[in-house]
Structures are given as C-alpha cells and as structure tokens.
C-alpha cells in the first residue's frame, strides 16, 4: 500500500516544495501573471483567496487526499505555480495528478513537462503506485491537449461530475497512466525536455 508523504522533488529546472503558508505572496503573485483566477474551469486562487486555497491543500494533506506543492523555477528562483496529488487511494496503490497551474509567462515551456516527469517518477518510483491519473474540465481544451501530449490514455468522460467556483457542474475529462506504460512515457518526456534545451 502506497504511503505518500511531503518530499522536495528537483530537476530539469524546477524544485517541488511541500506547499505551505510561506508560499501564499510568491503564489498570489503567479496567478496575477495572466489573472488566472478568471478562468471559470480552473481552481486557480484570486490574490486575496490564496491563503484559504494553502489552508484547504493542507487540510486535504492531514486527511491523507492530498500532497499538494509549490512549483519554483530555479533560475530565477521565484514560485511559479502549484501542482498536487489528491483522490490518493492507497489501498488501489493510486494517485491523481492535478490542481496543476503555471503563471501565464510559464506555460507552453519546459515547466510542465519537467514537473510531470517529477511527479510521475516518485508515483511510481518511489511510492510504487500502479496507475496516476489526470483529470480535466471538459471546457479546459488547453488542459486536454497537455495531458494528451504527456502520453496519459482518455479513459473516458464523467458526465454532471464536479462543481466549479461558479456554482455550474462541470463534465469531467479522465486519464491515466498504468505502471506498466511508465517507461514509455518516462521516455517521451525526456525527449521532449532535451528537445527543448537544444531549442
């Protein structure tokens, strides 16, 4: 049985830290870089909502659903987003990947790729899980294709699913990566992170 628990992850770039309090300005401070809050589909925090997101993250890591973290760029050494494991079922050795945002100057670069190659790796690595899965707002099309550039497989669509801040219901888009296709997809996002050191 899969036992998740706070760790620091680095590579390619990019260092994962134990989500905590100290993070809430540098947080708020990213997702005013393209006011990602207004995106609908998305669970991206307002500036003055970021310490009760930090606190919901965190009271998610104490009953064992989640394992939530920063996401700092090493060069410039600034946070840069967040990223989480939740719907953790250890007893089916299974994490979801999401809650997963990057600062508007941030996506579409290495980031993505090289945190996802992070997590993955201590999923099922480290921890030992049997499948990861992603998961995705029917509307977040942007969110559809990054995942499906990952490598994960669409397992299907979960109909009137999942509340959004607005009060709506939104169509939930499900992926997932088994432990035996991880090699494959291990292999694809170096490739893709080499590729973009040499571009």
């Not at 990019?14 to 669970?43: C, I, N, Y």
């Not at 190659?117 to 995705?136: D, I, M, P, S």
């Not at 550039?149 to 801040?165: E, N």
Request: with cysteine; hydrophobic share 40%.
């Amino acid at each position: 049985m899969i036992r998740p628990a706070p760790i620091t992850l680095e590579g390619n770039g990019v260092k994962l830290e134990p989500l905590s309090h100290l993070h809430e300005e540098q947080l708020a401070s990213a997702a005013a870089d393209g006011r990602l809050w207004e995106l609908w589909f998305t669970s991206v925090p307002a500036p003055a909502q970021t310490g009760v997101y930090i606190e919901k993250a965190l009271e998610g890591q104490r009953s064992g659903d989640m394992l939530p973290w920063a996401v700092r760029e090493l060069k410039g050494g600034q946070v840069i987003g967040s990223t989480r494991y939740h719907d953790i079922i250890a007893a089916a050795d299974r994490v979801e990947i999401g809650y997963t945002w990057y600062a508007k100057r941030w996506q579409r670069s290495h980031v993505n790729s090289a945190c996802k190659l992070l997590l993955f790796a201590h999923a099922f690595e480290a921890l030992g899980c049997k499948v990861v899965g992603l998961r995705t707002d029917n509307f977040n099309l942007a969110s559809q294709r990054a995942i499906e550039a990952l490598g994960a497989k669409k397992d299907g669509v979960i109909r009137h699913h999942w509340p959004r801040r607005d009060g709506t219901v939104r169509d939930t888009v499900m992926y997932s990566v088994l432990a035996t296709e991880w090699p494959d997809v291990k292999r694809h996002l170096q490739f893709r992170l080499k590729r973009n050191e040499a571009n």
